[in-house]
Structures are given as structure tokens and as C-alpha cells.
């Protein structure tokens, strides 16, 4: 069996078109959706995270700002961002860039965002709400996913799903998400035992715990959906040739920037026994900065209306 992608590059394109559509009709209206990034210290991944996201702000029409605090800043130098953020009228929508260096009070710090300015989805608020299945804001990655499982009508309802991590910038928001689709799931986490056999019995197996090809063919029930939510680098040449074989676009991706890009699953053991796999990159990631346009664009319509 060869896998099908799920194509995430494609869908993201697609969720950015409306987006462009809405922002146009707000900016004519008198108001631009305005994102305000908040970057923590030099952790060069999250620069880089935060650059795609303000670019792409720029591409799709809404306004961006991106605040940098240094390495050594303090819970309250935040603090004090985040409240001037939250009475700023051209701010809809604050992201605070995780992870955060460890003197910081991450959960303090969620907490001051205001609820109607959370587009992460991270507020204890937002939280709540889609435990509930209330509207709200819902974290950006997860949300992402599910548009791509519809977008290639794989079912949920009744299937049995199994979500390796727990955290709550991904397992724990999308474990729910699919609870509230029928779906029969499991988490799993670092003290499951018997984690491939758990996996194995996936209809669909969803990937989030940031390690690479951690996911390897023994975890994989031949046909299953695998989605692929990790962003990992690898260097050698010798890592090349194990997950991807003798594949000469990665290889030359790995001579142009030294690394190349993998995820938590075995690309080639997913490609035999699966039915369908999302890429890395081009599946997940994409998706996450699509939906969190998409979701700072909800922000300023729900401000004007
Ligand atoms: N770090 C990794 N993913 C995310 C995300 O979706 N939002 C924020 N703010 N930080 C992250």
C-alpha cells in the first residue's frame, strides 16, 4: 500500500482565500483584524514560527505587530504587554509565543489575555467552552486537523481514535474536538504502557509528542489515517537514507540548509501501511497559521458586530 497525502498545503490555501475575502470586507468597513505576536527571549524556532505568522498577516490584509521582550523578562514585564494589548482597539487578536523561558508563570500569564482576544484558544475561558462545546476559540492545530479530516470526508463517528500527547497546544484540545465528533478516543502519554499496541489499533493515529519517527510500522494498523503533527530536524545523511531511503530532494534539502524537516512518524513506514498520511512539511503546519488567521479575522468581526 502506498499512502495517500492529505494535502494540507492545498486546504491552508483554500481557508486563506476566504480569509483574505472576510479581512477585505471588515478593512473596507472601517475595521483591520490586527494580530499582536508576543516573543519571548531568542529561541530561534520561535522566531521563525512567529516571522510565518506575521508574514502571512502581511499577505492576507490584516495588521500585524510583534512585540519582543528578552531572555531574562519577567511574568509581570508580560503582564504589563498583554494589558495594553487587551484595551488596544486595532488588537483583535494576542499570541503569545510558546514555549516561554522557565522564570515566566505561564498560566498567569494566558489568564490575562482577554477571552475575546485569545486566538490560540489557550484561556482557561476558551478551555471551557469547547470542553462544553460551547462557541469559542478553539487552538489553532487541532481545529486545523479536523478541517483537513473533513475536507477528505474521513469518518470519526464511531471510529476508534488514539491521540499520542497530551498537551494543551494540541492532544488535550483535539482529543476533545474528536469526543465531540463520535469518535472513540484514547490518549496516550509518557507513562502509557504498551503504547504501539494502543496505536495499532487506530483508525485514525494522530502524532503530537515531538519525537522524531517515533511512530514507527509496529504502531501503524494497516489503512489507518495518520496525521503527523511533529516538527523535527535531522542532519545526517545516514538519517536521510533510514527514513526517507534514497530520496534526492531531501538529500538535497539536507546539502542546501543542513537539516531537513521530519515528524513524529516514520515517513516511509507510514507510506507503506497507512491509507492515508499527512506530510511534514506541508500537512499540519500550514493549517495551524490558516486557522489562527481565520480565527483573528472572528475576533475583529465579533468586535464590530
Ligand atoms: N508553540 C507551538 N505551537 C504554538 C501555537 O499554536 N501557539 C503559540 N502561541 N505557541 C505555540
Given at each position: 500500500m502506498t499512502a495517500r497525502i492529505l494535502d494540507g498545503v492545498g486546504l491552508s490555501l483554500k481557508l486563506n482565500g476566504e480569509t483574505v475575502d472576510r479581512c477585505a470586507a471588515l478593512t473596507q468597513a472601517g475595521v483591520q483584524p490586527g494580530l499582536a505576536a508576543v516573543l519571548v527571549g531568542d529561541n530561534p524556532a520561535s522566531r521563525t514560527y512567529v516571522t510565518s505568522k506575521s508574514k502571512m498577516c502581511v499577505r492576507l490584509g490584516l495588521r500585524t505587530e510583534v512585540l519582543s521582550l528578552p531572555e531574562h523578562a519577567t511574568t509581570l514585564d508580560l503582564l504589563g504587554v498583554i494589558k495594553t494589548l487587551n484595551v488596544r482597539t486595532n488588537i483583535h487578536g494576542i499570541l503569545v509565543q510558546m514555549p516561554l523561558p522557565p522564570q515566566i508563570d505561564v498560566p498567569t500569564v494566558i489568564e490575562a489575555i482577554d477571552p475575546a482576544k485569545d486566538v490560540d484558544g489557550f484561556h482557561p475561558v476558551s478551555v471551557g467552552r469547547l470542553a462544553l462545546k460551547q462557541a469559542g476559540f478553539v487552538p489553532c492545530t487541532p481545529a486545523g486537523i479536523l478541517e483537513l479530516l473533513k475536507l477528505y470526508c474521513i469518518p470519526l463517528r464511531g471510529q476508534r481514535v488514539v491521540v499520542l500527547g497530551r498537551s494543551n497546544i494540541v492532544g488535550l484540545p483535539l482529543s476533545l474536538l474528536l469526543l465531540h465528533q463520535d469518535a472513540t478516543v484514547t490518549v496516550c502519554h509518557s507513562?502509557?504502557?504498551?503504547v504501539a499496541a494502543i496505536a495499532r489499533s487506530a483508525d485514525v493515529l494522530i502524532a503530537a509528542i515531538?519525537?522524531?519517527?517515533?511512530?514507527?510500522?509496529?504502531f501503524i494498523k494497516p489503512g489507518a489515517v495518520v496525521v503527523d503533527v511533529g516538527i523535527n530536524r535531522i542532519t545526517t545523511r545516514e538519517q536521510v537514507l533510514e527514513y526517507f531511503g534514497d530520496n534526492a530532494e531531501r538529500l538535497a534539502d539536507l546539502e542546501k540548509k543542513g537539516y531537513t524537516l521530519i515528524g513524529d512518524v516514520h515517513p516511509r513506514h507510514a507510506a507503506e501501511r497507512a491509507r492515508y498520511v499527512t506530510p511534514v512539511p506541508g500537512g499540519v503546519g500550514p493549517l495551524t497559521i490558516a486557522m489562527l488567521m481565520r480565527n483573528t479575522v472572528v475576533a475583529a468581526e465579533r468586535a464590530y458586530a
Open positions: 507513562h502509557t504502557k504498551e515531538g519525537k522524531t519517527a517515533f511512530v514507527t510500522e509496529d
